[in-house]
């Protein structure tokens, strides 16, 4: 898993819109990069609404906030749509940036190894400043806001 201390990784992924992102892009802003296993499933869709309904406070704390999960553009698409996300999904269907921040593990969920929950902060020149792998969902969102 990406230590604190490293440096965003830079990597191209397409975003809920299917528009081709840069992890560079965000640079500049503190950077809140969660990543979920998949959309529309209990823990997943509870962690995204508290995002959610957090958004605006981490807005005001000049903080990113993107979710990362390996399910599809449209998928994600359906998911922002349902539950009314504020923020950007990048589909990293070819787990490119689940490998270099190393959040895969070898769990069989849904016919693959799974997205172990997990939450970096960057500053805004890139840097870690904090990881927490093995996110409990109930409650994170307001612990990652503290942090800031």
């Not at 990597?11 to 819109?17: G, K, L």
């Not at 809140?32 to 296993?37: H, K, N, Q, R, S």
């Not at 400043?129 to 990652?144: N, Y």
């Amino acid at each position: 898993m990406l230590e604190v201390g490293s440096t965003l990784p830079k990597i191209t992924v397409r975003d809920d819109a299917g528009k081709e992102v840069s992890t560079q892009e965000f640079l500049g802003a503190q950077l809140v990069l969660y990543f979920y296993p998949k959309n529309d499933t209990w823990g997943c869709t509870k962690e995204a609404t508290q995002f959610r309904d957090a958004y605006e406070a981490f807005r005001k704390k000049d903080t990113e906030l993107i979710g990362v999960s390996r399910d599809s553009i449209e998928s994600h698409r359906l998911f922002k749509e349902k539950y009314m996300l504020p923020f950007r999904l990048l589909a990293d269907v070819e787990s490119r940036l689940c490998d270099a921040f190393g959040v895969i593990v070898d769990e069989n969920v849904y016919g693959k190894n799974a997205i172990q929950r997990s939450t970096f902060l960057f500053d805004p020149g890139g840097n870690l400043i904090r990881v927490w792998p093995k996110v409990t969902v109930l409650g994170h969102a307001d612990e990652v806001l503290k942090e800031l």
